[in-house]
């Protein structure tokens, strides 16, 4: 009796022990991140298989399925409806401190896909084959791919029992692929108490592999402004057998070719230079040599041009884009319309106004027979996120553990993601797209094949753990 009653006592202290070590101690708790990222694939495969193709998303299904995972881990979630079929979830693993929404940390990633050309897959992209390491299924990255690897994290960090210091919300939207009326536009604004942080990890990021070795992990932390401009040319209808100067299609042509040619000043933001200076450490000498010549105020002008003709996403990083997309003009062969009209997509950097492009082109353009009709913003201006934040260096330091020989370089988006609608409710988000993969895989998304490579979706887990864990473990 008194034996087992000391062997008793012996096991509490124990067991005290290792709880005050684990909460106390500098050792963070340690989950068998192994099994996880193995029943992570598991749930991706399962993900893959329920069909969320957006338009119409009907992504409850998906939903209710995330939820019955969170559960059975006992992380008790919760499935918002925004429509009949459609809905999101949403769980919560609470910090031992004092409830602050501005230091909690979003997890979040849309349960939407693009649709699929059938015919053209080799494989069927819902039935979640695997095939010589590779998991195939529309939204095998975009972006199943990382809703499952914040699943993943989020359990993992239950089940260890990792004391918090900030709330960890995890988020898997819809409607992501359409108008996002029934994802992140009801979230927001009907359940942002649901969701409110003041951290956030999104799509939008890259984790580039080249000749078999990680070579930068991309951050977005900014985008730019899409808006939609109409160039409107008018003037009088006629015979087309009897042409003149004025006709609106000759004015409008004129107009498009030269916007076409026109190119404005660079404006290289804080993030696209550091962006470029991250780069030149692993670019080839010559382009490396451009990036840093952006830095010396004489040479960034031409430096900027150089870098613009490599790469189209580079020229876009460092200004305003104009993309003329349509034209319309004519009813017959053999008349002479009244009205003809092009749209030009341009996105803005952040900062810039649209004013202010505008009554350039109408300089440039210089035609009475001309006018531009702006369409009203898609979308807000968003402040961009901070790159000397504590998340910012906390994603540094986990790549410099997991992906020792990759630089991090920050950018700024040429497209629009759901991230920019959280930075203007003073929300740090970051595009962290986890998973290590070359070229060949990464343009799979929207494509044909989507294919997620597992050892990579494995390392992504990983490496979104540390960062995660980290940020929010309490010290
Ligand atoms: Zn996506």
């Not at 080249?210 to 008018?234: F, H, L, M, R, T």
């Not at 960034?300 to 996403?313: F, G, N, W, Y």
Request: hydrophobic content about 45%.
């Amino acid at each position: 009796m008194r034996f087992r009653l000391g062997c008793l006592v012996l096991q509490i202290s124990l067991a005290l022990a290792t709880i005050a070590a684990s909460t106390l101690g500098q050792e963070p708790p340690k989950p068998d991140l192994a099994k996880v990222q193995g029943e992570a694939a598991g749930w991706l495969a399962d993900l893959l298989r329920i069909q969320t193709v957006n338009p119409p998303g009907n992504e409850l299904a998906a939903a209710r399925y995330l939820a019955g995972v969170l559960e059975k881990e006992g992380i008790q979630a919760e499935v918002l409806e925004s429509a009949p079929e459609r809905g999101v979830v949403v769980a919560r693993l609470r910090s031992s401190a004092v409830p602050d929404p501005s230091r909690a940390l979003l997890l979040l990633g849309h349960i939407d896909t693009v649709g699929v050309q059938k015919e053209k897959w080799s494989v069927d992209p819902f039935g979640a084959v695997i095939k010589e390491g590779y998991l195939y299924g529309r939204g095998a990255i975009d972006d199943k791919g990382m809703v499952i690897a914040n699943l993943a994290v989020v359990v993992a960090l239950k089940r260890a029992g990792v004391r918090l210091d900030r709330d960890v919300i995890f988020l898997a939207e819809g409607d992501e692929e359409e108008r996002g009326e029934f994802g992140m536009d009801f979230v927001i604004n009907k359940h942002w108490d649901k969701i409110a942080a003041g951290f956030a990890i999104n799509e939008g990021g890259r984790v580039k592999v080249k000749d078999g070795k990680v070579q930068y992990v991309g951050v977005q932390a900014s985008e730019k402004i899409p808006v939609n401009v109409q160039v409107v040319a008018s003037g009088p209808s006629g015979h087309g057998s009897q042409p003149r100067k004025d006709n609106p299609v000759l004015h409008l042509a004129a107009a498009v070719a030269k916007i076409g040619a026109y190119q404005g000043p660079a404006r290289p933001s804080a993030i696209v230079r550091r962006y470029f200076e991250q780069l030149a450490k692993i670019e080839d000498p010559d382009t490396a040599k451009w990036m840093r010549a952006l830095e010396q105020p004489e040479r960034t002008e031409h430096a900027a041009r150089v870098l613009s003709e490599a790469s189209p996403m580079w020229n876009s990083m460092l200004r305003n884009s104009i993309a003329p997309t349509m034209l319309r003009a004519g009813i017959r062969p053999n008349v002479v319309p009244s009205e003809a009209r092009a749209t030009l997509n341009i996105r803005l950097l952040p900062g810039d106004l649209i004013s202010e492009l505008m009554a350039e082109l109408t300089k440039l353009v210089d035609d009475q027979q001309i006018r531009f009709e702006v369409e009203p913003a898609l979308r807000q201006p968003a402040p961009p996120s901070s790159i000397d934040g504590e998340l910012y260096h906390t994603i540094e330091r986990a790549s410099a553990t997991v992906f020792p020989e990759a630089v991090v370089l920050p950018f700024l988006s040429t497209g629009a993601t759901d991230s920019a609608q959280l930075r203007l409710r003073n929300v740090q988000a970051y595009g962290l797209l986890p998973f290590p993969m070359a070229d060949e895989d990464d343009r799979r998304m929207h494509a044909d094949d989507e294919r997620i490579p597992l050892e990579a979706f494995r390392k992504g887990i990983e490496f979104l753990y540390r960062v995660v864990e980290e940020f929010t473990r309490a010290k």
